[in-house]
Structures are given as structure tokens and as C-alpha cells.
Nanobody, 122 residues
Framework: QVQLVESGGGLVQAGGSLRLSCAASGRTFSTYAMGWFRQAPGKEREFVAVINWTGINTYYADSVKGRFTISRDNAKNTVYLQMNSLKPEDTAVYYC???????????????WGQGTQVTVSS
């Protein structure tokens, strides 16, 4: 069982930065791939980034590639999403999730956090 709690969301101007954190409970955190997803009002949840259990392999959605960086600290049971050069279209609720495999589809993820709101003003 893994419980996930996101933090770090907020209001930022376009071009600004935010760092999201996702704290996990449970001793098996380091065995899971960790992903970030987001959902904007009226839209489906979409994949943002994923990192494998070692932290070596990462994969990003084209829309955030070069602007967002996913990382993890297994000693702290935490995964991060550094978001730079933010755009208004990045506005969404951001969720972290845990999967036994590195994946981009939400159905591959077993555990989800409650989400944190990110709002980017123009």
C-alpha cells in the first residue's frame, strides 16, 4: 500500500517556475515508477512525466519536454516535478501516481494522490 500527498502548487505568472513534491508513505515506494499527470477543467487527465524506480529513466509528454523535470529521492520517499517557463495552458490539477511499471497510461497506475492546483496567469 502506498499513500501519496502532493504539495507545492499555487498561482504563478507565465514564465515563472514551481516545484511540486509528492510525499509517499509505505516501505515499497522505491520499487514503484512514479508519474505526474494533470487535469484541466473540462479536459481528460493527461500524462506529464514518469520516472523509473532507480531515477535513471525518465519520459515526458511533448508539451512539457524541455521545461519540466521529474526527479525522485528514495531516501525521502519523495518525487518532484520542477516546472519552468510555465504557460497558461499548464493550468491544471496535478496528480502524482505510483505504478509497478514505467507507463504513460493512467490505468497502469495503482495509487494516486489527491492533487494540487497549479494556476498560471498570463
Amino acid at each position: 500500500q502506498v499513500q501519496l500527498v502532493e504539495s507545492g502548487g499555487g498561482l504563478v505568472q507565465a514564465g515563472g517556475s514551481l516545484r511540486l513534491s509528492c510525499a509517499a508513505s509505505g516501505r515499497t515506494f522505491s520499487t514503484y515508477a512514479m508519474g505526474w499527470f494533470r487535469q484541466a477543467p473540462g479536459k481528460e487527465r493527461e500524462f506529464v512525466a514518469v520516472i523509473n524506480w532507480t531515477g535513471i529513466n525518465t519520459y515526458y509528454a511533448d508539451s512539457v519536454k524541455g521545461r519540466f523535470t521529474i526527479s525522485r529521492d528514495n531516501a525521502k520517499n519523495t518525487v518532484y516535478l520542477q516546472m519552468n517557463s510555465l504557460k497558461p495552458e499548464d493550468t491544471a490539477v496535478y496528480y502524482c501516481a505510483a505504478s509497478p511499471v514505467i507507463a504513460t497510461r493512467s490505468r497502469e497506475y495503482d495509487y494516486w494522490g489527491q492533487g494540487t492546483q497549479v494556476t498560471v496567469s498570463s
